[in-house]
């Protein structure tokens, strides 16, 4: 075990630093996310369900009472509804012709309602309308309705054919009122309308009798019917809003209500399209659990002790070989670039601590080394700053230098010698102008004429030079001296190589988004094997020594590597130097 435990831990400490964090933090993290939501599930899973219960059998207790009183008062309705004395009292008032017959049938019809039920528990008066919609109140609390709630009691009651409606309060009555038709029964006029009674219950006394169990420790009890509120009328909580949220089955759940905390229990009912609710304040229902939540803050707090002591011994680990690093990086920044042998044994593990040390170690010797390197190269670029000035030449004392030469040619008569002078002067200038690394096409062109201005004098009619470039390109830029060295080389590899005429054409064309410019002479080429030179740069160009390697380079880096230059050589079939460009103009292509 012993041996295990060495192995495990040597594979642990090389392990990355990511790792080890991951490791422990996530074992501790597990470890108290499984215990504390055992307990929680469990304890709450069982006090809810307890709650639920006791809960539920109150609510079907309270329900069964008040539905038994409400189908009793169904049976009453049948009862009143079948009645023959009844009847024979409202068949008298809807066909006899003497008032004072329809006075004593009425008073007879009061005493009969009175003796069927009218003052029994929970009925606060007994409506009657007869055949001609007159209204016959007998009970503790009769009112006289309007004429609508009359006729809608009265309409509701006819589409039964003769079954009960329960039809519910409104505003100016608060009693729930069941009505029926009463229909005659007599083989005479069978099923003839004689009346309509509506029993209007006292729902405040009838709920608050079944109830009164229900609403203790700020309990609320609560019936609605589809949405609306049955009772009681008066319920200052947002009713409307919970509704919805129940199940069509019995059940339970936990809501949120004027911002506090709620059990809601409900139980559908079996007689009605009611939904019987009992609501409970979460806060007062949770003491029974606070000894489980005292338990659960104890193994939190034991938990968070061990993971802090477990916390602070694993950073130890952490922090003392970056606290070495830190301090070494600071004797670095002071100029001390030794290495600290005592933190060698650190750079002994595989983990990132480690890695770090060894890696600036390495750092350090590299600085070491690029310092001296840096050292000797700068006092080698000084060296040759130092020789440049001494060879330096003041352009201005050479251009000053060309003007008298060209002066004193043309007061003794040598144009040739003024011309020469003139356009090497030129060509001087734009050597030494460094402003810019791109020139227009009229500008490279005013060089190369320059040029062929001092070779036209040296070699007269042995040289045909022509340029065949639209006027409308030559405002585009190219990279300066790009057609001069060219042009150079066809003199050079060309014209001195051969006796007879040497012609130089320079021309240009735009192919898609591409300016294609081209420097063809019709000389004995070049050889294949000085070219490959020549563009590898193992060669320098004769003259001005900017070779076609420098050109090629300098278009790829000002313009990207799809541009550049191509040579086209044979002997005995001139050669043709051809430089790919952006076109980049906004004037019209030819």
């Not at 215990?35 to 639920?52: M, N, P, R, T």
């Not at 898609?512 to 004995?524: A, I, Q």
């Not at 191509?566 to 430089?579: A, E, F, P, R, Y």
């Amino acid at each position: 075990m012993i041996r295990i435990a060495r192995k495990l831990k040597a594979v642990y400490s090389n392990l990355r630093i990511k790792y080890k964090l991951f490791l422990l933090i996530t074992a501790l993290m597990l470890a108290v996310s499984f215990i504390s939501l055992a307990v929680h599930q469990y304890a709450f899973e069982a006090y809810d369900g307890e709650i639920y219960q006791q809960a539920a059998k109150s609510l079907q207790l309270s329900s069964s009472g008040i539905e038994s009183e409400l189908k009793k008062m169904e049976r009453l309705s049948f009862r009143i509804a079948t009645d023959q004395e009844l009847q024979q009292y409202l068949n008298t008032i809807a066909l006899s012709t003497s008032d004072y017959e329809r006075f004593l049938a009425v008073d007879k019809m009061k005493e009969r309602l009175s003796v069927l039920g009218a003052f029994e528990k929970y009925i606060r008066s007994i409506q009657l309308y007869d055949y001609w919609g007159a209204e016959h109140a007998v009970g503790v609390s009769g009112i006289r309705s309007p004429s609508y709630r009359i006729e809608e009691i009265v309409n509701k009651a006819a589409e039964q054919l003769g079954g009960h409606r329960w039809l519910e309060t409104i505003e100016s009555d608060s009693a729930l009122i069941l009505a029926r038709q009463i229909r005659a029964i007599d083989n005479s006029n069978f099923l003839t309308h004689l009346g309509t009674i509506a029993i209007r219950i006292d729902t405040r006394g009838l709920m608050n009798d079944f109830a009164r169990g229900l609403n203790r420790s700020n309990a609320h009890f609560l019936i609605m019917n589809d949405g609306e509120l049955v009772y009681p009328s008066d319920s200052e909580l947002p009713v409307q809003a919970l509704y919805p949220q129940l199940s069509p089955e019995q059940g339970y759940k936990t809501m949120v209500i004027s911002g506090n905390r709620y059990f809601v229990t409900h139980v559908p009912s079996q007689y009605l399209n009611w939904t019987y609710i009992i609501l409970i304040p979460y806060d007062e229902i949770f003491t029974a659990i606070t000894t489980v939540k005292n338990t659960v803050w104890v193994i939190y707090a034991l938990l968070t002790v061990i993971a802090i002591l477990a916390a602070i011994r694993f950073s130890r680990g952490i922090t003392r070989p970056i606290e070495s690093l830190n301090m070494k990086m600071r004797k670095v920044q002071f100029g001390h670039f030794s290495v600290d042998e005592s933190t060698l044994v650190i750079e002994g593990y595989m983990d990132e601590a480690g890695q770090l040390h060894r890696n600036f170690r390495i750092m350090v010797s590299r600085i070491n080394e690029l310092i001296r390197e840096n050292y000797m190269k700068q006092l080698t670029i000084k060296e040759s700053e130092f020789r440049a000035l001494q060879a330096q030449i003041n352009p201005h004392f050479l251009y000053n230098t060309l003007e008298s030469i060209n002066w004193l040619a043309k007061m003794e008569g040598h144009q040739h010698i003024s011309r020469m002078v003139e356009s090497l002067g030129f060509l001087l200038r734009s050597s030494f102008n460094l402003k810019s690394p791109l020139i227009t096409i009229y500008e490279e062109i005013e060089i190369v004429r320059n040029y062929i201005t001092i070779q036209k004098i040296r070699f007269e009619d042995r040289l045909d030079f022509s340029i065949e470039i639209p006027q409308t390109i030559m405002n585009l830029e190219i990279p300066k001296l790009s057609l001069q060295p060219l042009v150079e080389n066809s003199i050079n590899y060309g014209l001195e190589q051969m006796m007879d005429t040497c012609v130089i054409r320079i021309n240009a064309v735009v192919e898609g988004d591409r300016l294609l410019l081209s420097v063809h002479d019709n000389g004995p080429g070049i050889d294949h094997s000085i070219l490959e030179k020549l563009k590898s740069g193992e060669t320098q160009a004769r003259g001005s020594g900017l070779g076609l390697r420098n050109i090629d380079e300098r278009i790829k880096l000002l313009f990207g590597d799809e541009y550049g230059l191509s040579v086209s050589s044979h002997n005995s079939d001139g050669t043709n130097v051809t430089l790919s460009l952006p076109f980049r103009s906004e004037v019209p292509r030819v």
